[in-house]
């Protein structure tokens, strides 16, 4: 019997990449120099799109499948998928939500402790010889005690706010509406409101188009000279422009970011900023997040052939 057919937007570990296609013939998108004429060749036979958080699949790449059944993300972020071009067609969407949890939020409860106590600056400190030339490093802030706000208490905002009790921290957080599980933390429905009684503001919420820079000038103002902006989420939640021009102006004491607008590739104006702790995207990024990301992918899309339920289905 004849594999059926996969377009791969984006590369996985070997240990994905191998048992991918063994089950499948996967045509490799990302490798392909003329994208359009690829979709063009290999799009007729597709019938799953196995793709990443951040590349998704617009409605070109959905409009080049006529066959296609399914769209699976690698990553709980579907915000790059055209689910109104997949609605259409009964086009069916999944994405990889729980396994990665844990992981995106230590790595901003990490961040928040790199960047308030200078952890960089202070291993450049003992590498270049600073320590012994200039002796004692230059004192940082606190984080134990202080007060976080959390826009976004989904799944991982609750573990990065379960986390930051065990600093000791007052906690408060907007979402579209109380959480029934937070009742020891201060539900602020506005957004600037919560920034100013904030010291550090986790962004954790899921983008859309209705989320597109929640966080503007007015919540990045309201932040203040002291505080600290922190985003594991996606670029889109926060004005980029307004966010540089605050770190720019330190009308904003500093930011921890692991997502860009147009990532790979970042504004320059961050590269000359010393008040922002710039991260590759890479949250989920542990050997046994990714494997586990890996298999749900498969087993979706493998559900999907056996006209199976799928495992974990957004669409
Ligand atoms: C990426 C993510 O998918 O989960 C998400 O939404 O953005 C990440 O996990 C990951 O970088 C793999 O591409």
Same mark, same amino acid.
């Given at each position: 019997?004849?594999? !059926?057919?996969?377009?791969?937007?984006?590369?996985?570990?070997?240990?994905?990449?191998? *048992?991918?296609?063994?089950?499948?013939?996967?045509?490799?998108?990302?490798?392909?120099?003329?994208?359009?004429?690829?979709?063009?060749?290999?799009?007729?036979?597709?019938?799953?799109?196995?793709?990443? %958080?951040?590349? %998704?699949?617009?409605?070109?790449?959905?409009?080049?499948?006529?066959?296609?059944?399914?769209? $699976?993300?690698?990553?709980?972020?579907?915000?790059?998928?055209?689910?109104?071009?997949?609605?259409?067609?009964?086009?069916?969407?999944?994405?990889?939500?729980?396994?990665?949890?844990?992981?995106?939020?230590?790595?901003?409860?990490?961040?928040?402790?790199?960047?308030?106590?200078?952890?960089?600056?202070?291993?450049?400190?003992?590498?270049? %010889?600073?320590?012994? $030339? /200039?002796?004692?490093?230059?004192?940082?802030?606190?984080?134990? %005690?202080?007060?976080?706000?959390?826009?976004?208490?989904?799944?991982?905002?609750?573990?990065?706010?379960?986390?930051?009790?065990?600093?000791?921290?007052?906690?408060?957080?907007?979402?579209?509406?109380?959480?029934?599980?937070?009742?020891?933390?201060? +539900?602020?429905?506005? !957004?600037?409101?919560?920034?100013?009684?904030?010291?550090?503001?986790?962004?954790?919420?899921?983008?859309?188009?209705?989320?597109?820079?929640?966080?503007?000038? /007015?919540?990045?103002?309201?932040?203040?000279?002291?505080?600290?902006?922190?985003?594991?989420?996606?670029?889109?939640?926060?004005?980029?422009?307004?966010?540089?021009? $605050?770190?720019?102006?330190?009308?904003?004491?500093? $930011?921890?970011?692991?997502?860009?607008?147009?990532?790979?590739?970042?504004? *320059?104006? +961050?590269?000359?900023?010393?008040?922002?702790?710039?991260? !590759?995207?890479?949250?989920?990024?542990?050997?046994?997040?990714? /494997?586990?990301?890996?298999?749900?992918?498969?087993?979706?899309?493998?559900?999907?052939?056996?006209?199976?339920?799928?495992?974990?289905?957004?669409?």
């Amino acid at each position: 019997m004849e594999k !059926p057919e996969i377009l791969q937007v984006g590369p996985y570990p070997e240990w994905d990449e191998g *048992p991918l296609n063994e089950a499948y013939r996967t045509h490799r998108y990302f490798e392909a120099a003329d994208k359009a004429a690829f979709l063009a060749q290999v799009g007729p036979s597709v019938r799953a799109i196995a793709t990443r %958080g951040e590349l %998704g699949a617009n409605r070109a790449m959905i409009e080049a499948c006529p066959k296609l059944e399914i769209v $699976a993300v690698y990553g709980v972020g579907y915000d790059a998928v055209d689910l109104e071009a997949c609605r259409e067609r009964g086009i069916r969407v999944t994405n990889t939500p729980d396994v990665l949890t844990n992981d995106v939020a230590d790595l901003g409860v990490a961040m928040m402790l790199c960047q308030s106590r200078g952890m960089i600056g202070a291993e450049g400190w003992v590498r270049n %010889g600073d320590w012994a $030339a /200039k002796g004692l490093y230059p004192l940082k802030r606190r984080v134990w %005690g202080r007060r976080a706000g959390i826009v976004g208490l989904g799944r991982i905002g609750f573990e990065v706010a379960k986390r930051l009790q065990g600093f000791g921290m007052e906690i408060a957080y907007t979402d579209v509406a109380p959480k029934s599980y937070a009742a020891d933390m201060a +539900f602020i429905a506005d !957004p600037v409101s919560l920034a100013e009684r904030s010291d550090f503001l986790f962004v954790t919420l899921a983008a859309s188009a209705a989320t597109r820079h929640i966080i503007d000038r /007015k919540v990045i103002a309201a932040l203040g000279p002291d505080g600290m902006l922190i985003n594991i989420s996606r670029a889109s939640n926060i004005d980029e422009e307004a966010l540089l021009d $605050a770190l720019e102006a330190r009308t904003l004491g500093s $930011a921890a970011l692991d997502v860009f607008e147009g990532e790979p590739k970042l504004n *320059p104006r +961050f590269l000359a900023l010393d008040n922002v702790l710039l991260q !590759p995207h890479h949250a989920s990024g542990t050997v046994e997040t990714r /494997k586990a990301m890996g298999q749900l992918v498969r087993d979706n899309i493998a559900a999907q052939f056996a006209g199976q339920p799928l495992p974990t289905p957004v669409l």
